[in-house]
């Protein structure tokens, strides 16, 4: 019976993971049903033009939501502290929504410059055309966002920590100044997720999420958050998810919930092997540079202790010898899979400057600091023997065909 009792006490993060949920409130089903339906009828006329208007809640029509996707939403509600959230059909679709709500034409948007490679796209490829403009700017100094600042300045977007080479911002630091200047801080929390940090509680405006990678955990969903004020959320569902069509459905938000529930041990797992991957990549002699914001060596190891409750699982490094050994070492492993995407159980690798961030130009994959030697490592769900025994062979393998003359260095 307990689970139809709880939902008003705030319980620990590991027990609201798992409870909490309308189907219990309502019908005292364990797991969340699916309620697939697009139309939704209403007893009379009146009670039709209320909800459509506004007056009355309810669902009118599914591509502004679903009864399963509201269970989810307030779920991650809760988890982000934050009023309201919204659940769309991938990470884009969400920050897209978020900097299209706070963004129109000839508004200006201050950027960190370690953004993801679709952020990127984004705001080069598709905002331009509706008159937005950006700035990149190198937040790990919070002073250089006050002198980024235009009159037309509207928002700051920022990422921490960023992908891919694990740069970590003072979200508190940051809020600070958006507040003093009345902007709204929108952050993208893909790589903590709410079980390592909160964002909203240090003072951002709205939290964006690639649910694809960690929320869901299991390679098998596309989806993305929004989380932040409900007049925000409202506007957004109304005037941007909804007529744009970019809604989750019922089938990826049960997938989701039923994902969350081992959010806690997943992510613990993918510390853990991360931690332990980076301490192996950081004392072996054909790797030149690791990013891993729980090393002590990482230039933002303090701020990463003070606002993550765990540093993540994913590890970036490069190799010695550039392009060419990035792909035999990618090549050679075994275990660890060539893919785009992250936070899954498998070990997934990836190769940014040809991979997430191809779209970018030569001249700003430089400045963003993405190398060709520089490859993502997601850290799955293995045990860390086999990933480490994976990377050591691979490793391995480079070493010999470099002594045999085999390697043609880039660097
Ligand atoms: C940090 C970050 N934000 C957003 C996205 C975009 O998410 P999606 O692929 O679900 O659109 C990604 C994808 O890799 C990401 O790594």
Redesign the pocket.
């Known amino acids: 019976m307990g689970g139809w009792f709880i939902v008003d006490k705030h319980w620990e993060m590991d027990t609201e993971l798992i409870h909490r949920h309308s189907e219990q409130k309502q019908t005292g089903a364990v797991a969340q049903a699916i309620v697939p339906a697009v139309a939704y009828s209403f007893a009379d006329c009146q009670t039709a033009m209320e909800v459509v208007s506004g007056k009355q809640e309810g669902t009118y029509y599914g591509r502004y939501g679903n009864e399963t996707l509201y269970a989810l939403e307030e779920k991650m509600a809760v988890l982000e502290n934050g009023e309201a959230a919204l659940g769309v059909s991938?990470?884009?679709?969400?920050?897209s929504i978020a900097l299209l709500a706070f963004l129109k034409y000839g508004d200006h948007v201050i950027v960190t410059k370690d953004?993801?490679?679709?952020?990127h796209k984004f705001l080069t490829s598709l905002a331009p055309r509706f008159g937005i403009t950006f700035n990149y700017v190198d937040c790990t100094n919070p002073a250089n966002i006050i002198r980024a600042m235009r009159d037309n300045t509207k928002a700051v977007y920022i990422?921490t920590p960023?992908?891919?080479l694990l740069t970590v911002l003072d979200i508190e630091a940051i809020a600070k100044i958006t507040k003093r200047y009345g902007l709204p801080l929108i952050v993208?929390n893909?790589?903590m997720s709410p079980y390592l940090q909160k964002p909203l509680n240090m003072g951002a405006d709205v939290v964006?999420?690639?649910?694809?990678?960690y929320l869901n955990g299991h390679g098998d969903v596309?989806?993305?958050f929004i989380v932040g004020r409900t007049e925000h959320i409202q506007f957004m569902r109304q005037n941007i998810m909804g007529d744009l069509g970019q809604v989750l459905s019922a089938w990826d938000a049960f997938l989701i919930l039923r994902g969350l529930k081992t959010l806690g041990l997943r992510v613990e797992r993918h510390c853990s092997n991360a931690h332990q991957i980076a301490a192996f990549l950081s004392a072996h002699p054909l790797v030149e540079t690791v990013h891993y914001p729980g090393l002590e060596c990482h230039p933002q190891h303090e701020i990463a202790r003070k606002q993550m409750q765990g540093m993540g699982g994913i590890v970036s490094f490069e190799l010695k010898d550039g392009l060419e050994a990035a792909k035999e070492f990618m090549d050679a492993l075994k275990l660890a899979m060539i893919s785009?995407?992250?936070g899954d159980p498998e070990t997934l690798v990836q190769h940014p400057a040809t991979m997430?961030h191809f779209s970018m130009s030569d001249k700003d994959r430089t400045a963003a600091g993405i190398t060709d030697g520089l490859i993502r490592l997601s850290a799955g769900l293995e045990s860390a023997s086999d990933i480490i025994y994976d990377l050591e062979e691979a490793l391995q393998t480079i070493n010999q065909k470099e002594k045999e003359g085999l390697l043609w260095k880039t660097v």
């Not at 964006?208 to 990678?213: D, F, G, L, N, P």
Request: no cysteine; net charge negative; glycine share 12%.
């Open positions: 991938s990470g884009m679709a969400a920050i953004v993801y490679g679709g952020t990422e960023s992908n891919p993208d893909t790589f964006v999420h690639s649910a694809t990678k596309l989806a993305g785009f995407s992250l997430t």
